[in-house]
């Protein structure tokens, strides 16, 4: 199977690396929704954040805050998303779990909430079937 995530892991591929440690790797987007974009992914290699490992998540989010910090200083930015997707219809277009960091400065033009609303007694519904299908622990 090939992967280009894992490529990039093997340096087999070049990529702009801006951070590495035992478990994860982060690198600048080839295609950024703003300047500056980054991904963060393990180096171990999972579809996406359904399957991934808990304790290599809890190491991805480590390394994405510790990278997001060092982007707001260093680009001078008003903000970041945290943003991953999760299947083709989410934008996932890697099948390798990635995080993403994107950059937000004021008047940049990106929306990334378009808000709804629910219906009477809808929310309620929705939540009693979300916690039914949640792990039993
Ligand atoms: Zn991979």
Known sequence: MHCIFC???KKEIKSEII???NYTIAFLDIAPISSG???VIPKLHFTNLTET???MLAYVMQSAQKIAGAMAK???LS???ILINNGAVAGQII???HLHIIPRRAKDGLEAWPQGEYQASEAGQIAKKI???LPKS
Do not use: M
Request: hydrophobic letters at 40%.
């Open 7 to 9: 490529s990039i892991i």
């Open 37 to 39: 974009h980054v991904l």
């Open 19 to 21: 951070y590495e440690d």
């Open 131 to 133: 916690i039914a299908s």
């Open 95 to 97: 099948d390798h779990f």
């Open 74 to 76: 260093a680009l001078k």
């Open 53 to 55: 490992d808990p304790l």
């Open 79 to 81: 903000g970041y998303n």
